[in-house]
């Protein structure tokens, strides 16, 4: 497979088994992620021409131990709104779609200054005709046709768009809602991803609650957690994605450990409340610490999905994270960093 770098760079040759490479700066690390304003919230006070990103990154800089942030390109799990211009796209679709300040750039910019990674919430279902109005979804089912693409080969296209504007900003993708994709519709998806930095990390989230390997495409496993209106993420079942990755970091095809080349590299993304977005911070630091702990001890690496209010951290779960990085901050001594030393409740 070839894909190209970006507009400035030369065609760059990426074979599947460059996986466990571009994973490997993963191991052992956590990071946190944030859903931040999109087109959406545009009547909201905070939305995504206001965000205060400087207050956000107020917070990510307390947290010394983290490897990445995770933001996101369109809007959660109803994908239809952006965080990125795409003026094309707007004057085809309806203009309140897309933000005019390109919000995601300035939030991937950030971290990066501070040398964390940055990784992509997209939503594989792309311009969803469950949210949006009828009158926008026949545009785009026009622009499909003009185009004379499927629908999932023009969110691939708009994929790929976001991907090449925005480059080397962006280490890593993790795709939702692509259970029943078929596989040519996942490689589209791989390849648009990679299309902006080859070497960025992949994941397709395919359903299902203990890591495996999803798609044939993924550098590392999706993490997701027995669903919230079916369990609590802090129930003991989800612990089961723990005990996976103890038992090797790499996945093969069935599901079982295998560290050749080629396999895929374990992940856990676990929210800190009820729900992605906002709810009840009841995950128990001991043992949510537990499971960090055992993760990254394995060389699996983990991403808490935290609650926003406002323009920070949701303050329950924001003194959470800096428990945590109080235990794996290098520079605090073993032990001061034991959970006995820690108070944050």
Known sequence: MTVTANAQDAEVDLPVEARHVRAEPYMGTWGVRILHPTA???NSSVNAENFDIDAFMGQIDQLESISHVM???NRGHQGSWWSSPYPEMAEKLDPSLFPKRDLFAELADAPRARGLKVLVYFNG???????LPKEIMK??????????????????????????????RIDGWWIDRVGGRTDEQQKDFAEAVRAGYPMGIVTMNKGGSVPTQGTPYNDYTHGHPIPMNKEAPWLGTNV????KIESGPWIGANNVPDDREGTTFGF???????????????????????????????DGFYCWAVAREGNLFAARQFKQLLYFDLHFDPRVPAEEASPGKQTAQ
């Open 71 to 73: 933001i996101n390109i």
């Open 268 to 298: 856990i993304f676990m929210p800190l409340q009820a729900k992605w977005r906002d709810g009840l911070a009841g995950h128990p630091n001991e043992q949510a610490l537990d499971w960090m702990t055992r993760t990254m001890e394995a």
């Open 40 to 42: 959406y919230d545009f």
């Open 240 to 243: 089961r994605m723990v005990e």
């Open 139 to 168: 545009k785009w089912k026009s622009h499909c046709k003009q185009e004379g693409m499927t629908h999932y080969q023009a969110v691939s296209n708009v994929l790929e768009y976001y991907s090449l504007k925005h480059g080397k």
């Open 125 to 131: 279902s792309g311009f969803d005709g469950g949210y």
